[in-house]
């Protein structure tokens, strides 16, 4: 890997890369029916990467990565993301065992398990995630950005 | 596992009355006003006897939800590097009286650098020592790890963690205030150990758990300048490692969270000198990783 922080087309080949090394995460594999799991693979001065098991029902929620590029590679299953879009319904795209999507630091997405099959997906992140925004859409439609730790999503409590 | 405290100091009775006895420093002085203890390094500090109270001590790590303390030898006296037969009476009582207070307290074992081998650590550990604690400045050169080298081992062996702790402050002017040598000679100690270890020590131990005080004196924040000099930088990124906040905040925490990780930071407080730092502002997550997911990893425990 380059010396540097990494593009987005460059994290999401790094991602496809390693999924499709599953003996360098299969070990790793292990599904919860309330939380999703986490294991953080490699972390280096410019990239983590993570691995995430899913199940029915979880969703991250509306999320920026404040300063961190992303790419996800799905290897098990299928995940969700949505765009938010103001005064309308989210841009959505499901992504396949196979596939993968990027993000840049100011997109705002949530990602979701689709149901059924428990997904797995390795995610990288540019530089290694720091801060986040969380986002809570009120009911008269105001939109509220909450600045978390990385923690709350990738070492959340009961994890 | 509870939530755990990995850096606290309590003086149990037997050690006081040693240090009350010896003629020279490390020691404790009665005058008129009170207690003093007397350091080679540092100016003479008042001593107060209630902040080693176990009960009063346990009620506070109570308060604070601590289940699980870990009480540290206070390296700054310098009773590792006193000749054998004066630190090993000084230890013993220490690790004893630590052990015999049970929970919530267990004693981080200690050596006399002098005459240190394997057969020590096993001894600690089969007493209830958590890991073997040494001072910073027994770390900083090739020839000093080589001679700690064996002891390194066993813990290593023993799957138990090494705690590096500031030693004693050089010999200095009496007039300086007595934040300056924690600001100074402990920082630099503590820098130095970490370079040295992430030059030498990890290759030679690669498997060794080494926790951290005070963040490592914020080392790992150097690490950018570290490699502009050519140094072993990605030492930063070691799974064997955990850097305990004790003293820092919630804007250094946050400085190494970003270079190390949440995973790398565990809960430490250095009580009675310090009081637990104020991570709330950090957010949950970060509060329940530091205080107790990670020091379950740290011991192989279950969070």
Not at chain 1, 108 to 125: K, L, M, N, Q
Not at chain 2, 87 to 104: I, S
Not at chain 2, 117 to 132: F, I, K, M, N
Not at chain 2, 228 to 244: E, T, Y
């Amino acid at each position: 890997m380059p010396n540097r922080d990494l593009d987005q087309a460059e994290l999401e080949q790094l991602v496809q890369d390693l999924a499709a090394q599953p003996e360098r995460w299969r070990h790793l594999v292990q599904h919860r029916p309330d939380e999703r799991t986490y294991a953080e693979l490699h972390r280096d001065e410019h990239v983590a990467i993570w691995l995430i098991c899913w199940m029915d029902d979880h969703d991250t929620g509306y999320h920026d990565h404040d300063l961190s590029a992303g790419a996800v590679a799905v290897t098990a299953g299928a995940v969700r993301e949505e765009r938010l879009v103001l005064g309308g319904a989210p841009a959505a795209r499901t992504a396949n065992a196979g596939e993968a999507f990027t993000f840049g630091p100011a997109d705002i997405h949530r990602v979701s398990h689709v149901g059924g099959e428990p997904a797995v997906t390795i995610h990288a992140y540019s530089p290694p995630l720091w801060r986040m925004g969380a986002y809570e859409v009120l009911p008269t439609g105001e939109l509220r950005r909450w600045s978390l730790s990385y923690a709350e999503e990738l070492r959340p409590i009961g994890a | 596992m509870p939530v755990t405290d990995v850096h606290q100091h309590l003086w149990p009775e037997s050690l006081l009355r040693l240090l009350a006895a010896r003629p020279r420093a490390p020691r404790l002085v009665r005058h008129a006003a009170g207690w003093e203890l007397e350091l080679a390094g540092e100016a003479p500090s008042p001593f107060d006897a209630r902040a080693h109270d176990p009960a009063r001590r346990a009620a506070l790590a109570a308060d604070d939800g601590i289940g699980r303390v870990l009480v540290a030898p206070s390296a700054p006296l310098g009773i590792e590097a006193l000749p054998a037969h004066e630190a090993q009476p000084l230890l013993d009582a220490f690790h004893q009286g630590v052990v015999e207070l049970g929970a919530p307290f267990a004693p981080w074992g200690s050596v006399a650098l002098a005459a240190a081998e394997p057969a020590a650590v096993d001894a600690l550990l089969d007493l209830g020592a958590a890991g073997l604690c040494l001072p910073g400045a027994a770390l900083t050169s090739p020839a000093k790890l080589d001679a700690i080298g064996p002891v390194l081992e066993r813990l290593a062996q023993r799957r138990a963690p090494l705690f590096v702790h500031p030693g004693p402050a050089p010999a200095g002017d009496s007039a300086l205030p007595a934040w300056w040598p924690p600001m100074t000679s402990y920082v630099a100690e503590m820098q130095a150990a970490w370079l040295a270890w992430a030059e030498w020590g990890r290759p030679a131990h690669p498997t060794l758990k080494v926790v951290w005080a005070m963040l490592a004196g914020c080392a790992p924040l150097q690490a950018e300048r570290l490699a502009a000099r050519g140094g072993p930088a990605s030492a930063v990124h070691d799974d064997h490692a955990w850097f305990d906040v004790s003293s820092y905040g919630p804007h250094a925490v946050d400085a190494m969270l970003r270079v190390v990780g949440v995973d790398r930071l565990v809960l430490g407080s250095d009580r009675p000198i310090a009081d637990p730092p104020a991570l709330a502002s950090l957010g949950p997550a970060v509060r329940h990783a530091v205080s107790k997911a990670n020091p379950a990893r740290l011991f192989d425990a279950q969070p």
